[in-house]
């Protein structure tokens, strides 16, 4: 299942008062996550996920994701199986004149299919290290 959710950031967002919304996933397991930032962000425009009070993504609590005009998208293994389903996602701007989209999207897949994938992931692997690609 593919959820999307549009935060959207004010000019003059500041740091230490970030704008912060929730949202609602299913159990399962993060297996796709995307950050798209417009054209126009030049880079102003700070966005990060968190669990609970725990920074998910970008993995180093002080790191935070931004662009200008490309989204940034990654594969993950990141396991929901206890409630709240959900994550939240957070932002700031250190643009003065305008707001600004940033979407999110996580693909969330069911445990065994996960599993499964994670196991395939592994023999390729391994597979190309024997044959040396």
């Not at 002080?62 to 994550?87: H, K």
């Amino acid at each position: 299942m593919l959820f999307t959710h549009t935060l959207t950031v004010p000019a003059n967002t500041v740091e230490r008062s970030p704008l912060e919304e929730d949202v609602l996933l299913t159990h399962g397991v993060i297996t796709m996550v995307e950050v798209e930032f417009p054209p126009g962000c030049a880079g102003l425009v700070r966005a990060y996920v968190r669990r609970s009070l725990h920074q998910v993504w970008p993995t180093n609590p002080e790191g935070q994701f931004r662009t200008d005009g490309r989204p940034i998208r990654w594969n993950d293994y990141y396991e929901i199986f206890d409630e709240p389903f959900g994550l939240v996602v957070g932002a700031w701007s250190e643009d003065d004149s305008y707001e600004h989209d940033i979407i999110f999207r996580f693909e969330v897949t069911p445990r065994e299919i996960a599993e499964r994938g994670k196991v395939m992931a592994g023999v390729i692997y391994k597979l190309r290290q024997v044959i040396g690609i």
